[in-house]
């Protein structure tokens, strides 16, 4: 079903799929994983299993039944580009982006060799926002090559949770840069300078920055909750969004 989302960087959820597994350093406390649980146990129909994937192709028409225009996160329950969902239901997914222009849909992955594969030879909607999970060198940054190539008409990255320093960034062709550190009773802690730098890239180079939360630790090195931490990065909140004519017209 599509929910009203709190995630602060989009508006609705729209879970075709859900259920996943893991494949690098960011999913090791991974919210959704968590959130199924906690779903299953409430009796939710579509969490008997837990999280194991499922695809669940009665939700497929969801966004053609709203007619007010939306921003939607594809699959925050999931990663639409998991080995075992077919092409078939990817293109099943995209057709139903594609007869929905009002909307704009944002897709994250972490599986960015399945990404560049399947988009070699389609084309991305023009009302797809494209992004990777950039959590940390080892794993994240490689996905940035991979993304820059695709030609979607906003290329994003999410950099949540923030794990270590990631160094210089070549953000050319990257429109928008999402940071946030980790939540939850296992969350890391994200130092401020780790988040500082990223934004100096995105000032330097032209991408749009929004700092999203610092979750579990604050910017003082302290354990509190997320609200109590907040979302503020040297005195202010930082809620950039790509530009409306770039997500528009590309």
């Known amino acids: 079903m599509t929910t009203t989302s709190r995630i602060e960087w989009t508006e609705q959820t729209w879970n075709p799929t859900i259920g996943c597994t893991k494949v690098s350093a960011g999913c090791k406390h991974c919210y959704a994983e968590t959130l199924a649980k906690r779903l299953k146990a409430m009796g939710a129909e579509a969490y008997r299993q837990g999280f194991r994937l499922k695809l669940l192709s009665e939700r497929l028409d969801e966004p053609r039944q709203r007619k007010k225009p939306t921003i939607y996160f594809v699959n925050s329950m999931s990663d639409l580009f998991h080995e075992r969902i077919p092409d078939a239901f990817i293109d099943a997914v995209m057709g139903v982006i594609a007869d929905t222009p009002q909307h704009r849909y944002q897709i994250l992955t972490k599986r960015h060799e399945r990404l560049g594969t399947y988009f070699a030879h389609r084309k991305v909607p023009s009302n797809v926002w494209l992004g990777v999970s950039v959590e940390n060198q080892r794993h994240g940054v490689p996905r ?11 290329r994003f990255l999410s950099c949540e949770p923030l794990l270590e320093d990631l160094g210089p960034l070549n953000l050319d062709g990257i429109h928008w840069v999402i940071v946030g550190g980790e939540s939850g009773p296992k969350a ?31 910017a003082d090195g302290k354990r509190r909750s997320k609200k109590a931490n907040g979302r503020e990065l040297d ?14 017209m590309g």
């Open 188 to 218: 890391r802690p994200m130092h401020p300078d780790w988040a500082r730098s990223i934004r100096l890239e995105c000032e330097n180079q032209g991408a749009t920055f929004f700092f999203k939360q610092w979750g579990g630790w604050g």
């Open 144 to 154: 940035i090559d991979v993304l820059r190539r695709i030609p979607a008409k906003i």
């Open 235 to 248: 005195g202010r909140q930082w809620n950039g969004m790509p530009d409306s004519k770039v997500a528009a």
